[in-house]
């Protein structure tokens, strides 16, 4: 094992060279079979390439290897990790400049393709031609950016119009569901969702992947309440606040995502007003969401804040039964934490506005404690006292609407 020719490759390498927190370790192997691996006390994982676990630290060790297309689509690829191949040849298969560094034993850094300069120079930059040959990377560039943005980072304009032709060839219809919804809750629980928006907005792909989301690009909204006015931008100003408030939660962002999608179906001659948009989008979150498959906490969350989002946005002109009644219709008491995700969701929407990111959002308190003094009276209690039979549940909810009642007292 100690005469292997192993380098330290990809994500590991790249971040260190950003100064930021490195995650797992992955490893590229240089001359060596599955047989020699093996040999070695290596344990097989890999199904579609050869990639082994270290005996000792359970590390990934993958084989250099090449690909070649021959077929469509992200996994339409023939592997090659014969002894032969190079680590410059298994450097050059990957996406990104940043991602094709290698780091020897000695710390040496192997860089055919210049990483290290658009490191510095924080660009995004494709690697080669191959780039086009997987239509899953036009997400991953939307990811990163997702990821990076903050630190500065910007496409390379031959890698956005790379990314262009992918898109008008037609090349992201072979994606798969689950890859686009595994690549979209990645950048939702990252620091800025808005640069995955915003970037496969650019190069056209968010019309392909999530045209609910994209047609709200270009739909205005009245100035008084959204100086930013388009809707679009209003959109990843709530996505981000999403990730200012709840940073990494990816269910909370995703409601945050597609609160709003009803105003892409105002007629254009009601415009700027979206008078029961909240209603009108419903329907298109639960398309999107049967479409990518999204999981059930997600969806739900997701339907109860674009349904009650303006309901929240007015609670202090709500009557106590109205407010019990959002409450149960939003699943509140069997589910006590959708209601807190419900504030949070509503105050991203509030502060993700031109100006309002510092604004106070005193509804969530209204509606929390609201929630809080509800769910403290249960049935139990009202058997105790002899209620029975149907009387009990109009009589829990008297008690919890006079519940609510006290709650709003100041």
């Known amino acids: 094992m100690s005469t292997m020719q192993t380098y330290l490759v990809g994500g590991a390498v790249r971040d260190r060279l950003l100064g930021q927190p490195v995650g797992d370790r992955d490893w590229v192997v240089v001359g060596e079979t599955q047989a020699s691996m093996e040999a070695a006390g290596f344990r097989a994982i890999g199904l579609d390439f050869p990639v082994f676990l270290h005996p000792r630290t359970q590390e990934e060790y993958a084989l250099a290897r090449t690909e070649r297309k021959s077929g469509r689509g992200h996994r339409g690829f023939v592997v090659d990790a014969d002894p032969g191949v190079t ?46 040959e997987d239509p899953l990377r036009v997400l991953r560039a939307a990811r990163f950016m997702a990821r990076f943005a903050p630190l500065g980072f910007t496409v390379a304009d031959e890698t956005m119009a790379l990314m262009r032709g992918m898109v008008e060839a037609g090349e992201l219809a072979s994606l798969t569901p689950e890859r686009v919804w595994k690549e979209l809750s990645r950048a939702l629980a990252s ?81 700027p007003r979206h008078i029961g948009h909240e209603h009108a989008g419903v329907a298109p979150v639960e398309a999107l969401c049967a479409r990518l498959k999204v999981p059930a906490a997600y969806r739900e969350l997701a339907i109860v804040a674009c349904r009650e989002h303006l309901n929240v946005h007015r609670i202090a002109e709500l009557r106590d039964a109205t407010l019990h009644d959002l409450i149960a219709r939003s699943d509140g008491f069997r589910k006590p934490a ?73």
Request: charge should be negative; hydrophobic fraction near 45%.
């Open 191 to 271: 620091v800025r969702p808005s640069a995955f928006m915003r970037t496969l907005h650019d190069c056209g792909a968010l019309a392909v992947v999530l045209p609910e989301v994209d047609a709200l690009y270009g739909v205005p909204q009245r100035a008084e309440f959204h100086p930013e006015v388009d809707t679009g931008v209003h959109v990843e100003l709530v996505v981000d606040m999403a990730a200012r408030l709840a940073p990494g939660d990816a269910c909370i962002a995703f409601a945050a995502l597609a609160h709003d999608l009803g105003k892409a179906l105002t007629p254009t001659d009601k415009l």
């Open 87 to 132: 680590l410059e040849e298994d450097l050059g298969r990957r996406d990104f400049t940043i991602n094709a560094i290698a780091q020897a034993p000695d710390g040496t850094l192997i860089d055919p393709f210049d990483g290290a300069a658009d490191i510095e120079a924080r660009v995004l930059r494709h690697v080669g031609p191959a780039f086009a």
């Open 338 to 410: 959708r209601i807190d995700q419900l504030a949070l969701v509503c105050e991203c929407d509030k502060r993700g506005r031109l100006g309002s990111a510092e604004d106070a959002y005193p509804q969530a308190g209204i509606l929390r404690r609201a929630h809080a003094a509800a769910v403290a009276i249960n049935a139990r209690d009202l058997a105790a006292e002899g209620i029975s039979g149907p009387a009990v549940g109009e009589a829990l909810r008297r008690a919890r609407i006079e519940a609510i009642a006290r709650s709003r007292v100041p």
